[in-house]
């Protein structure tokens, strides 16, 4: 399955990355790293907040934008109304790196533009939250299709020890039972099945309501126009995550201000 080829290459670059960078001088950046934001309260809220994401392809449609700028895309989001910013760092099936977090911290931060950044990956590891940190990410994304219990729980711990936001995906009922075990602030519903690869919005509107209302929900996948929006925020989650929408938009401003004002419908 593709999850377990995209797992078997995390775990292969993981130890090489760990033999270049030591964790104890990961640990010695912390220090250096910006103040973390809160990704949870900037998805609270009257309305629907967009998380607009940073990806330039993906496994299920090869290369989406290749061409795209982080830093600039970041600021152009970020004015446009997003509420936080995903940045995919996954780098043999997604091209994404870590570099692109600090690059877009960085010009967030001299637009004067306060918006979290989300760390998508497939962290199996709490190396990957310290590189996260220190790179500069509010929040971080554990995918409980790719984690096991005790794994969900420690690394869920570890991310909030560093100051940052867990956001727990899940797809089916057998991973949320598991990932409300943790007791998370923010759970992520993932439309798209990582084994197949097929999307569904319905996935989100059969979870939705095992959710207990303290948490907040964020729609995943498969949400390309204000019409997804607008039902989404009847099935009456806080947020959507979109990626593949905007990063193949001709103007993916336009389209983002678009979905922001159909969450406040």
């Not at 090489?16 to 950046?29: C, D, F, G, N, S």
């Not at 990956?121 to 790719?146: N, T, W």
């Not at 602030?185 to 084994?195: A, H, Q, S, W, Y």
């Not at 097929?198 to 303290?214: A, E, G, H, S, Y």
Request: proline share 6%; with cysteine; net charge negative.
């Amino acid at each position: 399955m593709m999850l377990d080829r995209i797992l078997e290459d995390t775990r292969r670059d993981l130890g090489a990355r760990q033999e270049r960078v030591p964790i104890e001088v990961l640990r010695e950046k912390l220090p250096e790293a910006p103040p973390a934001r809160d990704f949870a309260a900037a998805l609270r809220g009257i309305g629907v907040r967009v998380i607009a994401e940073i990806k330039r392809a993906s496994p299920s449609r090869g290369a989406l934008n290749m061409g795209l700028q982080p830093a600039e895309l970041a600021q152009l989001y970020a004015r446009a109304g997003a509420a936080a910013i995903s940045v995919l760092t996954e780098p043999h099936y997604f091209n994404g790196a870590l570099e692109d977090v600090q690059r877009v911290r960085s010009a967030l931060d001299t637009a004067g533009l306060a918006v979290p950044l989300l760390r998508k990956d497939f962290i199996v590891d709490p190396y990957q939250l310290l590189e996260a940190r220190a790179a500069g990410a509010d929040a971080v994304l554990l995918i409980a299709a790719a984690l096991s219990d005790e794994e969900l729980y420690q690394l869920y711990h570890q991310a909030l020890e560093l100051g940052m936001t867990p956001l727990m995906e899940v797809h089916d009922e057998n991973e949320l039972q598991r990932v409300l075990g943790v007791n998370p602030m923010v759970v992520g519903i993932n439309n798209r099945d990582l084994r197949t690869f097929q999307v569904d919005l319905m996935t989100t509107l059969r979870l939705r309501p095992m959710i207990p209302p303290d948490v907040v929900v964020v729609a995943e996948s498969g949400i390309r126009s204000p019409a997804d929006v607008r039902w989404l925020t009847e099935a009456g989650v806080q947020a959507v995550l979109v990626g593949e929408a905007l990063v193949t938009a001709s103007d993916p401003g336009e389209l983002l201000c678009e979905l922001v004002e159909a969450g406040r419908w």
